[in-house]
């Protein structure tokens, strides 16, 4: 049976917005408008208001040839909470606003919803709002969540300090194997008609890159323990990046060891079968999402009863640089390998 399209001019851009957002509920109490008037009314009285916009453009960030519409509203939506969850709080609301070009139909635009509202029903957050234009180069999602933290729980990248443990949660370098095995079965699958692609024993990796989930069970678990990291950020451009930030921002320089860097068996796999470097592919790849943070080393009983947060290394004097220490004792200088969106090239981990 044929589904259904619809073209997006019959209805409108109001029409379409209307489609779009009917009977969205309201879980949040900061909340005092959502969709239906020419703003969102938000009431955050005793807490800092965290916001975070991101961009995602088709052609330079995904690619709908293996990218399903679901999954990346649902991405779309997860990754702007994960940056609300870098800064030790909750996201509360998002907007929503869309760039589409003509091939793209209502039942389109409300697949990509659906992933935007479950993200949004799994996390707990109000969409309120946002707004749809025409595009001529493809599809356009810019997202902006708001959220919120108590004022003495904000986490900058600022407040790390010579001594203390760095951790990270999960596992790296997985999301970026998944990219390349999506990559390299595109390729395989030009111009074959029923092409089955590859993926057998690789699924957590498929996952990892086109599903990702934000780590608010680590913010939970360290609102449990009474740990306030010094330093934090998400893993979105790679390890080496993300470290280098805080080091710079902070002021102090780390010494991270390569045999306690956490990689799943799948993501292993996977490099020895493309003959990647594995450690490059878990430092630079990016597009993980999990939290990279900083505690004082007193913190590090409490840490050990976190799952899934791994300690790596620590912080030193600045004067002592960014380095990597190797298995065999070998210190390799940090190098910010990750993507680069405004590079000539994408400088990712080869």
Request: aromatic share 6%; glycine share 8%.
């Amino acid at each position: 049976m044929e589904q259904k399209s619809t073209e997006i001019s019959t209805l409108g851009e109001f029409g379409l917005i209307d489609r779009l957002t009917k009977d969205l509920p309201i879980v949040n109490k900061s909340t005092l408008r959502g969709v239906g008037d020419d703003c969102a009314v938000m009431s955050y009285p005793d807490t800092e208001v965290l916001v975070s916009t991101d961009l995602l453009v088709e052609g330079i960030h995904f690619d709908l040839t293996y990218v399903p519409l679901k999954h990346l509203g649902y991405k779309a939506a997860v990754v702007n909470f994960s940056d609300i969850y870098a800064m030790n709080g909750h996201p509360r609301q998002i907007t929503v606003s869309l760039a589409i070009s003509r091939r793209f139909t209502v039942e389109h635009i409300e697949e990509l919803y659906s992933g935007i509202r479950l993200a949004c029903e799994i996390y707990g957050v109000d969409l309120v709002g946002g707004d749809t234009t025409t595009s001529r180069s493809g599809l356009v999602i810019s997202i902006t969540a708001i959220g919120d933290a108590p004022k003495d729980r904000v986490v900058y990248r600022t407040g790390a300090k010579d001594t203390d443990l760095i951790c990270v949660s999960g596992d790296l370098g997985a999301a970026y194997m998944g990219l390349q095995l999506l990559e390299r079965e595109r390729i395989a699958s030009a111009g074959q008609k029923d092409f089955q692609p590859q993926f057998a024993g690789k699924e957590y990796l498929i996952e990892r890159q086109l599903k990702p989930e934000a780590r608010r069970d680590i913010i939970e678990n360290l609102e449990k323990e009474g740990i306030v990291p010094t330093s934090m950020m998400d893993i979105s451009d790679g390890l080496s990046s993300e470290l280098m930030h805080i080091c710079k921002d902070s002021e102090v320089g780390c010494r991270v060891y390569e045999d306690r860097i956490p990689i799943d068996y799948q993501t292993a796999v996977m490099a020895e079968e493309l003959n990647m470097n594995l450690v490059t592919a878990a430092m630079n790849g990016g597009e993980d999402y999990e939290l990279l943070f900083t505690v004082p080393l007193h913190c590090h009983e409490a840490i050990k009863k976190i799952p899934g947060v791994k300690v790596i290394g620590h912080c030193t004097k600045p004067e002592l640089g960014t380095y990597l220490v190797t298995r065999d004792g070998a210190e390799l200088q940090l190098r910010a390998q990750g993507w680069n969106p405004l590079a000539a090239e994408e400088t990712s981990a080869q």
